[in-house]
C-alpha cells in the first residue's frame, strides 16, 4: 500500500478559484492584466481588501470514543477535518470520550448571512461555529449538504453591513489565468496565496469525480484552507478549495477546486430545499474501450457503453437496451461515463431529455423523462465508474459498500490487517444509518461469520430476510474501534 503521505488530502478547508470570462468573447483570446499598484508593481492589495472581510474559519468539534492520543482516530481525523486542537492530545491519558476540534474556511455569499464551505470539514461535527473576519465568534445552523460535490451550506445572523462575495455568473478559465486563494490554513485566519490555473477538468484522483470536473491550480493551499473560495482578477468567486496532493501533507502547488458553475446550482438547491436532486436513468454505465469497439464493430469509439439496463427505470421505460452506445444526452456529446452521468445529474426529476444512441449500427433517438436519483446522499467513494444502478443492499437497508481495494484502505485510514468491506455510503434515515453504520466503517461479520466480499454480506441478509429474521447482527470496526451493531431487516 502506498505511503499514507503520498495521497489526495481533504485540505481541510480553503479557497479556489477561476479566472471567469464573458461568454461573448470567445471571438478572441481574452487576455486579463495583473493588478498593479499605484507605483505600477505587481498587487493584489486592493482586491484582497475587497473580498477577504467575507471569508471566515469554520470551527468544528466532535466528541467521540476513542484511546488515548496519538491515535489511528486521531490521525483520521486530521486527514478528514485538518489539525485537531493539539491542546486536546495527552499521550499519558486514559482511553474514553475526547473532544476533537478543527477548522475549515467558509465564505459569505449573499446579505442573509449564508456561507459556503466543505461537506467534508463539517460533517459529522456535533458542533458548527463561525469566526468572523474581526475575531467573533458565533454559532451556525447547517442548512444542508452534498456530498457528491463535498458542498455545505451554513447560515448565522449576520453582523450589520456584513461583506460578501458572489460566485461568477460564467467562467472560462483558460490554463494560466491568475487565481488567488483567501482562506485559514493551520488555524492562520486571513492568509491569501496566489497562483495561476494549471489544469482545468480533472477526474478522480482517489476521490469520486462522477458529479465534478475540478480545477487545478498551483496556488498554496494546505489543511484548513477547504472550503474557502478562490478569486480572478475580478473578486468573483471561480471555486472551492477541496482538496490536494501531496507527498509531505504540506503543499506542492497541486490544488483542487470545485467549479462556480457546479458550486452555485448545488448551493442554491441547497438553500432552497436542504438537500440536491438529480436526474436518473436507471443504467450501468460502461468505458467504451478499443477492444470493446471492435468486438463491437463499431466504426467509432466515441459513446458510453450501456452495460444493463434496470429493470422499472426511466430508461427501461425510455426503451433503451442493454448494448447501446450513447452518444448524446439533450444535444450534448458525452464521451465517458462520469461526463455522461455529469449531464444527466445537471436535470431535475420529471425533465425530458433527448438520448441519441447507436444500436445495431443504426443510429436512434429515444425520449427519456428522468427520474429521481434516491441514493444522492451516498457519498460514492469506491471510485469504480459510474452506476446509475441501485443495488438490493442500498434500496432494501439503505447500505452502499465496496471490497477493501489499496485506495480505499488509504482513503478510510484501513489497516492492512482488517479484512472485510468498507462501507462507503449511508441513506439518511435507513435501517444502516439506525444501526451506526458510516462511510469508512468496516464490516467485519455478519451472524458470526466473516465477510470476505459484498456478495457475502448481501447473500447473508437475504437469508435472514427468509428465514423471517427482523434483525441481523454485525460487527464493524471504525478506526481504532471494533462494536456490534443490530441491522434491522424489517
Excluded: C
Excluded at 15 to 37: K, T, Y
Excluded at 412 to 418: E, L, S, W
Excluded at 427 to 456: F, H, M, T, Y
Excluded at 484 to 490: D, E, H, I, M, Y
Amino acid at each position: 500500500m502506498k505511503t499514507l503521505r503520498s495521497k489526495i488530502l481533504m485540505a481541510g478547508a480553503t479557497a479556489i478559484a477561476l479566472s471567469a470570462a464573458s461568454a461573448g468573447n470567445a471571438q478572441a483570446p481574452r487576455l486579463m492584466a495583473p493588478p498593479l499598484a499605484a507605483d505600477g508593481t505587481l498587487s493584489f492589495a486592493d482586491l484582497v481588501e475587497r473580498v477577504s472581510p467575507a471569508v471566515v474559519s469554520i470551527l468544528v468539534e466532535r466528541e467521540v470514543e476513542a484511546p488515548a492520543f496519538p491515535s489511528q482516530f486521531e490521525e483520521f481525523f486530521n486527514f478528514r477535518f485538518g489539525q485537531p486542537n493539539r491542546g486536546q492530545g495527552d499521550p499519558f491519558a486514559e482511553p474514553g470520550v475526547r473532544r476533537l476540534e478543527a477548522q475549515g474556511s467558509g465564505f459569505f455569499i449573499d446579505k442573509d448571512g449564508h456561507i459556503v464551505t466543505n461537506n467534508h470539514v463539517i460533517a459529522d461535527a456535533d458542533n458548527v461555529r463561525v469566526r468572523l473576519a474581526d475575531g467573533a465568534e458565533v454559532d451556525a445552523e447547517v442548512i444542508g449538504t452534498d456530498p457528491l460535490t463535498d458542498l455545505a451550506v451554513l447560515k448565522i445572523e449576520p453582523p450589520k453591513g456584513q461583506a460578501y462575495v458572489e460566485f461568477a455568473d460564467d467562467v472560462s478559465l483558460r490554463v494560466g489565468d491568475w487565481v488567488l486563494a483567501v482562506g485559514n490554513p493551520y488555524g492562520l485566519n486571513g492568509t491569501v496565496t496566489s497562483g495561476i490555473v494549471s489544469a482545468v477538468g480533472r477526474e478522480g484522483f482517489g476521490r469520486s469525480a462522477q458529479f465534478t470536473d475540478f480545477i487545478q491550480i498551483d496556488a498554496p493551499i494546505n489543511r484548513g484552507n477547504s472550503g474557502g473560495p478562490t478569486f480572478d482578477l475580478k473578486g468573483r468567486v471561480v471555486g472551492v478549495n477541496t482538496a490536494i496532493y501531496s507527498t509531505t501533507g504540506g503543499s506542492v502547488g497541486i490544488g483542487f477546486a470545485i467549479p462556480a458553475k457546479i458550486a452555485k446550482e448545488t448551493v442554491r438547491q441547497l438553500i432552497a430545499n436542504g438537500s440536491v436532486t438529480r436526474g436518473w436513468l436507471g443504467i450501468q454505465l460502461q468505458e467504451l474501450t478499443t477492444e470493446l469497439a471492435a468486438a463491437l464493430e463499431l466504426k467509432t469509439q466515441s459513446g458510453v457503453l450501456v452495460g444493463e439496463v434496470i429493470d422499472n427505470t426511466p430508461a427501461a421505460k425510455a426503451g433503451l437496451q442493454d448494448g447501446d452506445l450513447i452518444t448524446e444526452i439533450a444535444g450534448v456529446k458525452v464521451d465517458s461515463p462520469n461526463a455522461l452521468s455529469r449531464r444527466v445529474a445537471a436535470y431535475s426529476p420529471g425533465d425530458k431529455v433527448k438520448v441519441k444512441l447507436v444500436r445495431d449500427g443504426k443510429p436512434k433517438t429515444l425520449n427519456v423523462t428522468l427520474g429521481l436519483r434516491n441514493e444522492d446522499s451516498l457519498a460514492d467513494n469506491a471510485g469504480g465508474g459510474a452506476n446509475d444502478n441501485a443495488d438490493p443492499l442500498s434500496s432494501d437497508v439503505g447500505l452502499r459498500v465496496s471490497e477493501l481495494s489499496d485506495e480505499l484502505r488509504e482513503q478510510f485510514r484501513v489497516p492492512n490487517d482488517v479484512k472485510g468491506v468498507v462501507v462507503t455510503g449511508v441513506r439518511p434515515g435507513s435501517p444502516a444509518q439506525d444501526a451506526g453504520l458510516r462511510p469508512g466503517a468496516v464490516i467485519l461479520e455478519i451472524e458470526g461469520d466473516a465477510v470476505a466480499n459484498k456478495k457475502d454480506l448481501t447473500a447473508k441478509i437475504e437469508a435472514a430476510k427468509k428465514s423471517g429474521k427482523e434483525a441481523v447482527l454485525m460487527r464493524m470496526q471504525f478506526g481504532p474501534n471494533r462494536q456490534f451493531a443490530a441491522l434491522t431487516l424489517k
